[in-house]
T-cell receptor, first 113, second 110 residues
Framework: GQQVMQIPQYQHVQEGEDFTTYCNSSTTLSNIQWYKQRPGGHPVFLIQLVKSGEVKKQKRLTFQFGEAKKNSSLHITATQTTDVGTYFCAGPPSGGSNYKLTFGKGTLLTVNP | DTAVSQTPKYLVTQMGNDKSIKCEQNLGHDTMYWYKQDSKKFLKIMFSYNNKELIINETVPNRFSPKSPDKAHLNLHINSLELGDSAVYFC?????????FGPGTRLLVL
């Protein structure tokens, strides 16, 4: 079945440093979504990318979808303590049910003030 | 107003018991889901209903039985609870692919 890998599993940074998490799917995705889960909280939708090579920005966050629609990345510039949490990528397989998201295992980001 | 709500928030119970978790969404979405998040934070889909019809049924023990009385509600009943069922169970809903999660039910089986 479809597998979605994320690296790194953990990342600890000093406040102000940049952070990147990478997502790689074993199959082509129809779209990629990113979610953030604060400690003790629930996953919250951040963004969806649909087109091959698409890049979207949300303030200090930059999201990319690979040309082959199998990988994606999330980059945070100048991290803040409010960025702490686990970042998940998720996507439905291309040609499959759009309702069935496979989630990566997430990258836990901690930020030292 | 809470978009996706779940009850109870915490559930502590003995092995072998039967328990239910309830979920309600007021977003007008057609599709609802149950996810299980284990201690390593891995999120795995269990079930999905679209307009009260089961559309996704992953490899889940048949001790788990979902029920959708209407498209705004999705409940999860678990029979004969086992230690390995301890996890956080999230309900979610969606209009298309984007999913809106409830606050979660933290289940601990002793």
């Amino acid at each position: 079945g479809q597998q979605v890998m994320q690296i790194p599993q953990y990342q600890h940074v000093q406040e102000g440093e940049d952070f990147t998490t990478y997502c790689n799917s074993s199959t082509t995705l129809s779209n990629i979504q990113w979610y953030k889960q604060r400690p003790g909280g629930h996953p919250v939708f951040l963004i969806q990318l649909v087109k091959s090579g698409e890049v979207k920005k949300q303030k200090r966050l930059t999201f990319q979808f690979g040309e082959a629609k199998k990988n994606s990345s999330l980059h945070i510039t100048a991290t803040q303590t409010t960025d702490v949490g686990t970042y998940f990528c998720a996507g439905p397989p291309s040609g499959g049910s759009n309702y069935k998201l496979t989630f990566g295992k997430g990258t836990l980001l901690t930020v030292n003030p | 107003d809470t978009a996706v709500s779940q009850t109870p928030k915490y559930l502590v119970t003995q092995m072998g018991n039967d328990k239910s978790i309830k979920c309600e969404q007021n977003l007008g979405h057609d599709t609802m889901y149950w996810y299980k998040q284990d201690s390593k934070k891995f999120l795995k889909i269990m079930f999905s209903y679209n307009n009260k019809e089961l559309i996704i049924n992953e490899t889940v023990p048949n001790r788990f039985s979902p029920k959708s009385p209407d498209k705004a509600h999705l409940n999860l009943h678990i029979n004969s609870l086992e230690l390995g069922d301890s996890a956080v169970y999230f309900c979610a809903s969606s209009l298309r692919e984007t999913q809106y999660f409830g606050p979660g039910t933290r289940l601990l089986v002793l």
